[in-house]
């Protein structure tokens, strides 16, 4: 089946070749784009569709997500606005309320979030495991991302969880543990930070991952300048996500390689924390992504238009620029061909907004703008 839409006021394709139309048509076959351009030039379809002259954008791809969760953390969140302070330990609440648990709740929770997500334009997520951090509720957690996504990401070196001893924990996670999630999972993930997991301890769970045949993606340097990055160069991850606090030395490391800069505003925004210089990055060469990073500590949000509006205000990107870490480098991140930008053969993921240009992103923030979303050629919003 093949679906014409027209009247597409503004398309930001994210394609080097076409870059950005005006008045342009689009045709849907099937799951994939059949055909792009102008008005005039566009072929017959089964079914047309007219969106009145509203931009297009390709569908939202949230990189970075923490969705499997039990529990609830409104008096951290209450007690940080009035002047506490975030520390990464928190996680250990949610990971008792998580291993409690049954697959109903986690699921039920994990669903709403994943809706909420379609709702903002998001048409691919990944999700990490992490808050169950033994070997059946780590597990557990990747088999119900499974059900939602391919991007589901091993996290158990989250935190060390209480009742173990460091070395032990490392160990378990990068052995047993690793062993009983890989299958899955499609992602090796750790938080390389002070009060998780140092750089030595975080490149033993990453290596043993890689050699499982998981991709590597890396919590780096979100709360202090420290060798989670360059970490993240030298094992050649997808991924490097957070980087708040960046040396020269990161910043030449990142701009050198493959892997992306995945910032998450929202993060910097709930934890009242200095946002990352996303202009010194993009300056610098670096890819930069965006992603929510949602999850029920740190930034308990499913909105990446509202990321898309801090990285413009408070990370010194332009509209173009934002849209596009949320989309083509979104897609980056996860190592995907097939999604992230309009053009022909891609997957027909995109989303509608009710503004006449994909700048009302940034310029009308906390405004519900997505008034469609279609996933795979099918309108899901
Ligand atoms: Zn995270």
Known sequence: ??????????????????????????????????????????????????????????????????????GDRTAEFAARMAGSTYAAGGIRTTVAATRAASDDQLRSNLERLAGELLSAGVTTFECKSGYGLDVDTEQRSLRLAGALTTESTFLGAHVVPEGIERDAYVELVSGAMLDACAPYARWVDAFCERGAFDVDEARTVLVAGL?????????????????????????????????????????????????????????????????????????????????????????YSTSMPLAIALAVREMHLTPAEAVRAATATGARALQRADIGILAVGRRADFVVLDAPSYVHLAYRPGVPLVSQVWRAGVRAV
């Open 211 to 299: 050699a499982r045949g998981l991709g590597a993606r890396v919590h780096a340097n979100q709360l202090t300048e420290g060798g989670g990055v360059r970490l993240a160069v030298e094992l050649g991850a997808a991924s490097a996500d957070h980087c708040t606090h960046l040396s020269d030395g990161d910043v030449d490391a990142l701009s050198g390689s493959a892997t992306v800069a995945t910032l998450l505003p929202l993060a910097e925004f709930s934890t009242r924390s200095p946002y990352p210089d996303g202009r010194r990055l993009l300056d610098a060469g670096v890819q930069v992504a965006l992603a929510t990073d949602c999850n029920p500590g740190s930034a």
């Open 1 to 70: 089946m093949t679906v014409l839409v027209t009247g597409i006021g503004e398309m930001a394709t994210q394609d080097d070749e076409l870059g950005e139309l005006s008045d342009a048509a689009m045709i849907v076959d099937g799951s994939a784009i059949g055909w792009i351009g102008s008005r005039r030039d566009a072929p017959a379809a089964d079914e047309r569709v007219d969106l009145g002259g509203r931009a297009v954008v390709p569908g939202f791809v949230d990189s970075h997500a923490h969705l499997v969760f039990a």
